[in-house]
């Protein structure tokens, strides 16, 4: 196969075909969400960016309430005087769709999707692009954020007939942490 010769579409089918031949192959935990996932998670967020690298000690709750269709969703950053404690809620819009959204319970409400055992979330703050990927295991999950400034967009066109315009975005930062179930 020559690749200088491929188009535009053929490419954008063969990336396609390998993103959902990985992603099927890599969702091979059974289990029901949220059910099965309950717990507190515990570990080390690395943290890598233009800035350096760090690590900070990490918690994630999930937890059900009262209320069906309604979870304690809660992200503990840093331990002692820098500890930081975000307690969200996870919303149920719609179980067999998959589609859920985070109430950070001061307005901000944030769309997530469930395929299996990942949980995918995209987004955008203050021009910075972020997308979340949480995958759920039977005793941890890995929690990891990407995200770039959309300032630092790439613009190039396809040499075909349409000059398809494709946007890049350098990614700048790199959110993972490997958190087990306690």
Do not use: C, W
């Amino acid at each position: 196969m020559n690749f200088n010769t491929l188009n535009y579409s053929t490419i954008t089918s063969l990336m396609f075909f390998l993103f959902f031949q990985f992603s099927v192959s890599g969702q091979n935990f059974e289990g029901t969400f949220p059910d099965d996932f309950f717990g507190i998670y515990t570990g080390t967020l690395a943290i890598s960016s233009e800035r350096g690298n760090q690590e900070v000690m990490m918690e994630f709750h999930l937890l059900p309430t009262e209320i069906e269709g309604k979870y304690t969703y809660t992200l503990v950053y840093g331990e002692g005087e820098s500890k930081q404690v975000r307690e969200y809620h996870l919303l149920e819009k719609n179980k067999e769709k998959g589609t859920y959204v985070v109430d950070e319970n001061n307005g901000i409400v944030l769309d997530d999707k469930v395929i299996g055992n990942r949980m995918y979330a995209l987004f955008e703050v203050n021009e910075t692009l972020l997308t979340t990927f949480i995958t759920f295991e039977t005793d941890h999950l890995v929690f990891e954020i990407v995200a770039t400034p959309k300032a630092k967009k790439r613009v190039t066109h396809a040499d075909d007939e349409a000059k398809t315009e494709v946007i890049s975005y350098p990614i700048t930062t790199v959110q993972r942490a490997v958190l087990q179930k306690q």
